[in-house]
């Protein structure tokens, strides 16, 4: 039995890949492969956010240690990890482990937050999951390792498209803050800010007025009159605000057929997409991929 946990870097198993030697600067990558069966924390968590993929071909026992809790669980291939900078956690585990790991700097995040159109009042705090399945995340996660292994040949703007759609989808959905609110406009109240964090988490389904009034606790006509003073924008023209937004980063991003685009960003169909991508940006989708 081992005294006690050690860092990841000093266990000596193999680290297969690494995006150390790539032009990825705001974010980290390491897949690991083959971690003997011990127990270990990561050094790095003190400073980043860890998102670790499992990707071990059997199902492991993994015993995670917090301070305050433990938590046991079998990794499947594609489980998911998100772990906060700054936690004090060690894991153990039975069997070889394998993984991708995604170090994300805390106020890189916040950045994102600001470029993709977020404003954030208050902590921004990153929410720890454990063993959890998001194919979303996945599917970033797998092409990230595919641009390790081909070298980079995907090019800066490609890796940096993959960075902020990654960081846009925790932004998303697994954080907290005292108000989360989103650009343009003055900074909105609490009730208004509540409304477009829901919206935000809803971009591919549309929402009726009267959902987003009951999230407000507002009556429908005080909250087109509540939002419109704090945004500029009724809830509906902020909405589809949004949707462009999120738009413009998986066209970025380089991987998704503009129809599929369409559907993630929650728009009817292609064709209505472009007509109102075109008529917020002044280009077509394809223009503006092209640029």
Same mark, same amino acid.
């Given at each position: 039995?081992?005294?006690?946990?050690?860092?990841?870097?000093?266990?000596?198993?193999? $680290?297969? !890949? #690494?995006?150390?030697?790539?032009?990825? *600067?705001?974010?980290? =990558?390491? %897949?690991?492969?083959?971690? &003997?069966?011990?127990?270990?924390?990561?050094?790095?968590?003190?400073?980043?956010?860890?998102?670790?993929?499992?990707?071990?071909?059997?199902?492991?026992?993994?015993?995670?240690?917090?301070?305050?809790?433990?938590?046991?669980?079998?990794?499947?291939?594609?489980?998911?990890?998100?772990?906060?900078?700054?936690?004090?956690?060690?894991?153990?585990?039975? $069997?070889? !482990? #394998?993984?991708?790991?995604?170090?994300? *700097?805390?106020?890189? =995040?916040? %950045?994102?937050?600001?470029? &993709?159109?977020?404003?954030?009042?208050?902590?921004?705090?990153?929410?720890?999951?454990?063993?959890?399945?998001?194919?979303?995340?996945?599917?970033?996660?797998?092409?990230?390792?595919?641009?390790?292994?081909?070298?980079?040949?995907?090019?800066?703007?490609?890796?940096?498209?993959?960075?902020?759609?990654?960081?846009?989808?925790?932004?998303?959905?697994?954080?907290?803050? #005292?108000?989360?609110?989103?650009?343009?406009?003055?900074?909105?109240?609490?009730?208004?800010?509540?409304?477009?964090?829901?919206?935000?988490?809803?971009?591919?389904?549309?929402?009726?007025?009267?959902?987003?009034?009951?999230?407000?606790?507002?009556?429908?006509?005080?909250?087109?009159?509540?939002?419109?003073?704090?945004?500029?924008?009724?809830?509906?023209?902020?909405?589809?605000?949004?949707?462009?937004?999120?738009?413009?980063?998986?066209?970025?991003?380089?991987?998704?057929?503009?129809?599929?685009?369409?559907?993630?960003?929650?728009?009817?169909?292609?064709?209505?997409?472009?007509?109102?991508?075109?008529?917020?940006?002044?280009?077509?989708?394809?223009?503006?991929?092209?640029?």
């Amino acid at each position: 039995m081992n005294k006690g946990p050690k860092d990841f870097s000093a266990i000596g198993a193999q $680290r297969a !890949l #690494s995006s150390d030697g790539l032009d990825w *600067p705001r974010i980290k =990558l390491f %897949q690991w492969d083959g971690l &003997s069966p011990d127990q270990a924390y990561d050094s790095s968590l003190k400073s980043n956010h860890i998102i670790t993929i499992h990707g071990s071909e059997e199902p492991v026992k993994l015993h995670a240690f917090h301070p305050f809790d433990q938590q046991i669980g079998m990794t499947r291939t594609g489980d998911i990890q998100v772990l906060p900078a700054g936690e004090k956690m060690s894991c153990q585990w039975a $069997r070889t !482990l #394998s993984f991708l790991k995604i170090e994300i *700097p805390p106020n890189i =995040l916040d %950045q994102v937050a600001e470029e &993709s159109g977020f404003s954030w009042s208050g902590s921004l705090t990153l929410e720890r999951k454990f063993l959890i399945q998001d194919n979303k995340l996945l599917q970033l996660g797998e092409w990230m390792l595919e641009e390790m292994r081909n070298g980079g040949r995907g090019g800066k703007l490609y890796r940096d498209s993959l960075t902020n759609l990654t960081m846009i989808h925790l932004l998303q959905h697994y954080t907290t803050s #005292s108000e989360k609110c989103v650009k343009p406009g003055k900074r909105a109240n609490k009730h208004i800010s509540e409304v477009i964090a829901y919206m935000q988490q809803n971009l591919e389904r549309d929402i009726p007025l009267v959902e987003l009034a009951a999230v407000a606790n507002m009556s429908q006509s005080h909250l087109i009159r509540s939002f419109k003073q704090d945004t500029g924008l009724t809830p509906h023209q902020y909405f589809i605000y949004l949707r462009i937004e999120h738009a413009k980063v998986l066209i970025k991003c380089g991987k998704l057929r503009m129809q599929d685009i369409a559907v993630q960003a929650g728009f009817a169909d292609q064709g209505h997409f472009t007509k109102l991508f075109k008529r917020s940006t002044g280009f077509t989708p394809l223009q503006y991929a092209a640029r």
